[in-house]
Nanobody, 125 residues
Framework: QVQLVESGGGLVQAGGALRLSCAAS????????MGWFRRAPGKERECVAA????????YYAASVKGRFTISRDNAKNILFLQMNSLKPEDTAVYYC??????????????????WGQGTQVTVSS
């Protein structure tokens, strides 16, 4: 079992920045690839970023590439999502997730085994 707790969400103006954190406890953090997902009202869940177990490779959705950065600190069991140049369309509940499958870093929700409770990000125009 892995427990994930997100923090860092909030209200920010367009063009601003936020840094989300996901603290992991339980089994060894470095055993899991990690991802950040979001769900906006009326929209499907979307993977915005993913990172391999070592942190050596990352994936970004086209909508956030160049603005968001995913990183992890395996010594401290923490996952981050730095979000810059935020847009109103980034408004959503953001979730971190941990996966133990054979892929390097999953981009589909089904590839993840554990989920946090989510943190709200609201970007005003």
């Amino acid at each position: 079992q892995v427990q994930l707790v997100e923090s860092g969400g909030g209200l920010v103006q367009a063009g601003g920045a936020l840094r989300l954190s996901c603290a992991a406890s339980g089994r060894t953090f470095s055993r899991y690839y990690m991802g950040w997902f979001r769900r906006a009202p009326g929209k499907e869940r979307e993977c915005v970023a993913a990172i391999t177990r070592s942190g050596g490779r990352t994936y970004y959705a086209a909508s956030v590439k160049g603005r968001f950065t995913i990183s992890r600190d395996n010594a401290k069991n923490i996952l981050f999502l730095q979000m810059n140049s935020l847009k109103p369309e980034d408004t959503a509940v953001y979730y971190c997730a941990a996966g133990g499958g054979l892929v390097g870093a999953g981009t589909q929700g089904e590839e993840y085994d554990y989920w946090g409770q989510g943190t709200q990000v609201t970007v005003s125009s």
